[in-house]
């Protein structure tokens, strides 16, 4: 089954810093490349050097958060817009090539799910803005590639299918002007809501003996209206996570979760995440489902927990599932420098990896409380 396509957000145009391979009137191959193939992954010279480099500028946007919040947060996707508790559910009757790693048998897993802002410094909502997802799901069995003996697996989406950070060296590039610039950030992504924009890996990952990108897409009805509604320049700067919760407390939420199969490496390289697969010749495919039942997705000690206490890196997963490709190569590394450094400012010796949802603290008997809206301060002009 086919995943619904929407190719970048609601506007219909291409995302900023694709480019496109373009393979004519080619059809696709129809054969998938194992994971291990020859040019899959090509390491480039100075890469780690590189890596090194865009950690410590990473390290240094949470230094200047924690001067300005006096707490450490994450180096990215630092804003929390919602956690959620609910059900990972693979389908059953994939074929060969789609019934990989965990998703090789059909099943029923809990998950818990949290929205975010991905920008290094906390802006308001009605700011034009990246948005992403991260996803813990429980209960998943097989070798483990890095972490403790708990049977999780994470997955990380951004809501472009493609990132203009497409390698460690124009990663660096990037972060420094940032860096330069850091009281003038923006971007120009359209302001959706957040249960209904699509998101994407970006990056491809092992997909048992080949290769995907993996997408999570919208499914509900009420989710689908809100597709082409946009938060407005002038609302409060908390509306999207506000939005977020009413809709949560208020619906059944679904998404879909499909994966895309590298079968040409011409057009689908690995190591350059600024080219999109081309989902019109190789579409996403479903092979999950997510489903979350009406609830709060802003009970205060499962944000603060989230916040403060565990991690959700794609790295932290089985190795069927590894992730490939430079981006992932420095993910690796600036997500573990981050998380060293988040833990140690704010006084924790480790992190927390949770066995199931039994032990997320999201107890109804916490003190829940309305957040009014809040609209930005406008600075007055003086008289002199």
Sequence with gaps: MACPMQHNIHTGEKASGTIKADGGSKPAPGEYIKW??????????????????VAAQFNRFQLMNFNEHMHCLRGTHLKTQGCVMGKFIVKDNLPEYLAQGMFAKPGSYDVIMRYSSLTPKL?????????????????????????????????????????????????????DSLERNWNDLGTQLPRQEMVAMPQYSQAAYRHGEYVAKYGVFPLGEEQKKLEKGAIKEDDPINIISQRTRDFHMKHQVTYSFCAQMLQDLAEQPVDDIGIEWDPKKYP??????????????????????????????SWHGLTTHRPLGSTNRMRRVVYAESRKLRLRVNG?????????????????????????HQHAVTSVAVAS
Excluded at 287 to 310: G, H, K, M, N, Y
Excluded at 351 to 368: F, L, M
């Design 123 to 175: 802006v308001p909502d009605n700011i034009p803005a990246p948005r992403g997802i991260g996803m813990k799901i429980f209960g998943v069995e097989g070798e483990k590639f890095w972490g403790e003996d708990k049977k999780t697996q994470d997955w990380t989406m951004n809501n472009y299918p493609v990132l203009e950070l497409r390698d460690p060296k124009t990663t660096f590039d990037i972060a």
């Design 36 to 53: 291990d193939a020859e040019g899959v992954e090509v390491e480039q010279p100075g890469e780690q050097e590189k890596i090194k480099e």
């Design 284 to 313: 996403f495919e479903q092979i999950a489902t997510l489903e979350f039942e009406p609830q709060d997705s802003w009970i205060p000690e499962f944000r603060v927990w989230w916040e403060d206490r565990i991690t959700c890196n």
């Design 348 to 372: 924790y010796k480790d992190y927390v990896e949770p066995a199931g949802v039994k032990e997320v603290p999201a107890s109804s008997e916490v003190p829940q409380f309305d957040l009014p």
